[in-house]
């Protein structure tokens, strides 16, 4: 199994930054896309942002220019900057990864248990 591990959430004024870490942990063969998702109040999860293990991004168009995406490959952990933030920013934000557990197993999708970023002044 692989397990993610988000941290970096809390609150934050309005036009504040934040960094979120998501490292991955546990029977690790490969870890191929990477991504961050949010789920506000009332809503359904929204796709963020996901980086591949190349270091191809694509983005929600709600926050290209604000939000940036990476990972360190040899740490097995994708970052999301936060920036420029927004109250409809608020959100639990759930890390994701495609790993796979041995060569011979099939990749599946593994997610972290959220952690809450609060833009508020």
């Known amino acids: 199994q692989v397990q993610l591990m988000e941290s970096g959430g809390g609150l934050v004024q309005p036009g504040g930054s934040l960094r979120l870490s998501c490292a991955a942990s546990?029977?690790?063969?490969?870890?191929?896309?990477m991504g961050w998702h949010r789920q506000a109040p009332g809503k359904q999860r929204e796709l963020v942002a996901v980086v591949t293990s190349g270091g191809s991004t694509n983005y929600a168009d709600s926050v290209k220019g604000r939000f940036t995406i990476s990972r360190d490959n040899a740490k097995n952990t994708v970052y999301l900057q936060m920036n420029s933030l927004k109250a409809e920013d608020t959100a639990v934000y759930y890390c994701n990864a495609l790993g796979q557990t041995s060569r011979w197993a099939d990749a599946a999708n593994y997610w972290g248990q959220g952690t809450q970023v609060t833009v508020s002044s």
């Open positions: 546990g029977r690790i063969f490969s870890i191929g896309t």
